[in-house]
């Protein structure tokens, strides 16, 4: 349950305007120049030395901060009801809050908030304390003559100074009282659900530009005293005022762009809280930013060189709060896909918390970023622009359905929510305003917090037609036949093509996982101007079944070792535009993938009933953990074949955090709503299995990063790669088959050759005819570890090869069923 603002008292009582004699100068116009630019109003006021000095409207192309900031000092001042802050006209540009501290004449803080509907806009400030208390401030109403333009509410709050005869001498100790509070904004007007208004002044709402989200609980997970404790679910929000002293502090030591090629990518998909949280990981603030930095050297080690990190930013961790008899717990948000606040981190990942109003938190996520960069790993966001927390008509009133609704969320005729994502809203990414808060978003990723990439949660939403649509607005001309209708594909959208030509963001990685609840399927198809990659969901179902010995995968099984030319050749991409996984955070893990047939949800709580039916898992032979030697051998060569599969396509590999060690859910697919083991990486499992799965997914990784010829520029050739069946150079492409094998020709290697058999069968193969040459077994998942991996440094790996001599020499390999295997080629007499 949300807390409204109409439970909040002010401090003081509503304030009175005070204007301050001597203080108002006008210019020698009185005029305001707008010119039109990329959907923005633009206004500079420039000194005109030809007219003894006074002020002059001049249009430009874009806003000017310094000269706006002068322009202040000019115009009419009034005090807040605290006698703490000048109140001034303010800036239409940028949106959010912004410090003033090097321009002009006037230092403090501009804050402009989009509303194209609300009749009364009010500026609220906190202090923590107040906060806490449920109580504002300070209310500032802004005047809706000066403090607004067009459609943006603007307002620059500047400390009074000691020296009451000079304005502009404000000391350092009077902006830091600003910097010290937090603010939100409360908007007024028509209350109309079916018209889409959701106006409502009793609401302190979050300013969606808000650097910071501060909420009135110190912790994760941290519910408040009511003795309801749903109550607290929502407690009350307040953005982050930046410092209008001094410029952020932190020490990026140099740090830079690694500027890795997509092709070289080793993708971790990973879980903040969940990959140091558990007991065993003995870091001194588990679940945190900073203990993500503790546990780098893993990543280093395994071979990892990009982490994909699940949702970081401001979410609430108790939107799913209620009991779970089955856990004995409470559910919570544990994934975060449900965004609160797209510019903040998320504050309880910090081990500061909202200490220093959320500024060491960013310093904390920063100091994340900058580390992994100096082990070599570039991070990746994965990030949620297909809806947020609000919800439907009956969610929460947190930000952007009070400020906008219409605008911000993809709405029918009679104000309905569409819900393309499955979470009860749309967020109406094609609208100009949207599209251009999302691009200033990702703007700010990555030039603020040195992000390397994104992918993008449900991706085809944001190829939708808005509501609202209207194609003079965005292509400027008008389309020929019937309009389109809300959440119709664009074949060009407007919000894809701005991000892809964007001169900053074109040069990270962008990631679409490209579909969406609604239906619409887009892998291999989504808009991409060359530089889109996508999660290939194609490459998981066709490998899954392929491996687990399904009829009629064997050529769709090639297609995919090559990089998925099917999906992505005929389209002007190459192989590393496809994002490989077998296994990611929805869905059965590695483990789960060869233990069960069936999903066992029911700790979720919603009797078994959400979570994909349709994993195209097997068990090898028994349900569940428990289960015979035999079986459990077989399980331990299925994950092994998963992993060479990963490692020896075409493409990008991704990687499930913990499917390194054969992190087990006990059968449950969809753990969203769980803050404990099953979704807690188990660094005591690891350990356990330092000898056995790990060291086996470390060492291909190593081999993969060795290979030229694994991750390729461009498609492989006939030239490049031959395909085998049984025999040499005759492959197998019948429905029945379940054997593929390969060679390709390696600058570092020479010539790998690798095979899958995925019947039920043992098969003696006939390995190409190579004069002067001979075959070493590398990989063959069928042997017990160590000798899975038959590296260089293994003390027994000269008697293990000899063990195959009586085979190598006829030029001959044995493969059990269900097995696969990699062979090096070496000069005769290596």
């Not at 056995?692 to 081999?703: E, G, H, N, Q, V």
């Amino acid at each position: 349950m949300m807390v409204g603002v109409g439970s909040l008292r002010p401090v003081a009582a509503k304030p009175k305007v005070m204007l301050m004699d001597g203080w108002s100068e006008n210019c020698n116009c009185n005029c305001r120049c707008h010119s039109r630019n990329s959907n923005s109003l633009s206004l500079s006021i420039s000194r005109n030395r030809n007219n003894n000095n006074k002020r002059s409207c001049t249009c430009t192309a874009g806003i000017s901060v310094e000269s706006e900031v002068e322009a202040e000092s000019t115009r009419s001042r009034r005090v807040s009801s605290s006698g703490a802050f000048y109140v001034l006209d303010g800036m239409p540009q940028p949106l959010g809050p912004t410090s003033t501290s090097d321009h002009g004449k006037v230092k403090g803080v501009n804050f402009a908030l989009y509303s194209s509907r609300a009749s009364a806009v009010s500026l609220c400030l906190f202090t923590l304390p107040h906060l806490h208390a449920g109580r504002i401030t300070e209310v500032i109403p802004l005047d809706p003559d000066t403090n607004r333009t067009g459609n943006v509410w603007h307002v620059l709050l500047s400390p009074c100074p000691t020296n009451t005869n000079n304005p502009t001498n404000t000391k350092l100790e009077e902006l830091e009282e600003l910097e010290h509070m937090l603010y939100g904004f409360q908007l007024d007007g028509d209350f109309c659900p079916h018209q889409g208004l959701y106006f409502d002044s009793s609401n302190v709402l979050l300013d969606p530009y808000a650097k910071a989200v501060v909420v009135s609980r110190e912790a994760y997970g941290l519910v408040g005293p009511s003795p309801s404790p749903s109550a607290d679910c929502w407690p009350q929000l307040a953005g982050m005022i930046p410092s209008p002293a001094s410029h952020d502090d932190f020490d990026w030591q140099g740090d830079r762009p690694l500027g890795l090629h997509h092709k070289d990518l080793i993708i971790y998909e990973m879980h903040i809280r969940g990959y140091t949280n558990h007991d065993s990981s003995n870091v001194h603030h588990p679940g945190t930013y900073a203990s993500a930095v503790q546990k780098l050297d893993h990543l280093r080690e395994l071979g990892i060189n990009c982490i994909e990190l699940m949702p970081c930013h401001e979410f609430n961790e108790l939107e799913y709060f209620d009991h779970n008899p089955v856990m004995g717990q409470h559910k919570m948000n544990f994934w975060g896909y449900s965004t609160v606040n797209f510019f903040s981190p998320m504050m309880r990942y910090a081990a500061a918390g909202h200490r220093n109003c959320g500024r060491d938190a960013i310093k904390e996520f920063k100091t994340l970023v900058r580390e992994a960069h100096k082990s070599g790993i570039e991070v990746i966001m994965d990030v949620v622009f297909n809806h947020t927390a609000e919800g439907n008509e009956n969610g929460p009133i947190l930000s952007f359905r009070g400020i906008d609704n219409s605008t911000y969320y993809m709405l029918a005729p009679k104000g309905e929510f569409y819900n393309y994502s499955g979470c009860g809203n749309t967020f109406n990414c094609n609208h100009p305003v949207v599209r251009q808060f999302i691009v200033d978003c990702l703007r700010y990723w990555v030039t603020e917090m040195h992000i390397d990439g994104f992918r993008f949660d449900l991706a085809s939403i944001m190829t939708r037609g808005s509501s609202l649509w209207d194609p003079m607005n965005v292509y400027g001309y008008a389309l020929e036949g019937d309009g389109i209708t809300t959440g119709t594909p664009l074949p060009n959208p407007p919000l894809i093509d701005m991000i892809s030509n964007d001169p900053i963001l074109c040069g990270v990685k962008l990631i679409a996982e490209a579909w969406d609840a609604g239906g619409l399927y887009q892998v291999g198809q989504f808009p991409h101007w060359n530089i889109w990659s996508e999660w290939n969901g194609q490459y998981r179902d066709v490998v899954r079944q392929f491996i687990k010995g399904t009829n009629g995968f064997a050529g769709g099984f090639a297609e995919c070792l090559c990089g998925s030319p099917n999906l992505y050749q005929g389209g002007g991409r190459k192989p590393w535009h496809s994002v490989n996984f077998v296994c990611a955070h929805d869905g059965f893990t590695l483990a789960d993938l060869v233990t069960y047939n069936n999903k066992y949800n029911l700790a979720n709580g919603e009797d078994n009933r959400d979570g994909e039916n349709h994993n195209l898992s097997w068990n090898c032979g028994e349900e569940g953990e428990f289960a015979s030697m035999g079986v459990r051998r077989l399980r331990k060569r299925q994950m092994r074949n998963f992993f060479v599969c990963l490692m020896v396509s075409q493409g990008v590999p991704m990687i499930y955090m913990g499917d390194e060690y054969g992190h087990t859910k006990g059968g449950n697919n969809n753990t969203y709503c769980h803050d404990n083991y099953l979704n807690y990486f188990r660094w005591d499992r690891k350990e356990e299995q330092s000898c056995d799965l790990y060291r086996f997914c470390r060492l291909l990784i190593k081999f993969r990063r060795e290979c030229e010829c694994l991750g390729m520029d461009d498609f492989p050739t006939a030239q490049q790669l031959q395909w085998h069946g049984h025999q040499p150079g005759m492959p197998d492409w019948s429905d029945t088959s379940r054997f593929v094998a390969f060679s390709m020709n390696d600058e570092v290697k020479g010539e790998i050759y690798v095979a899958f058999n995925t019947s039920h069968l043992p098969v003696v193969v006939t390995l190409p005819d190579r004069p002067g040459y001979r075959w070493d077994p590398l990989v063959d998942t069928s042997k017990p570890a160590p000798f899975d991996f038959l590296s260089e440094d293994l003390p027994d790996r000269v008697t293990a090869v000899r063990q195959f001599a009586n085979f190598l020499d006829s030029n001959l390999y044995p493969m059990l069923s269900y097995s696969s295997v990699i062979l090096v080629l070496r000069p005769e007499d290596a």
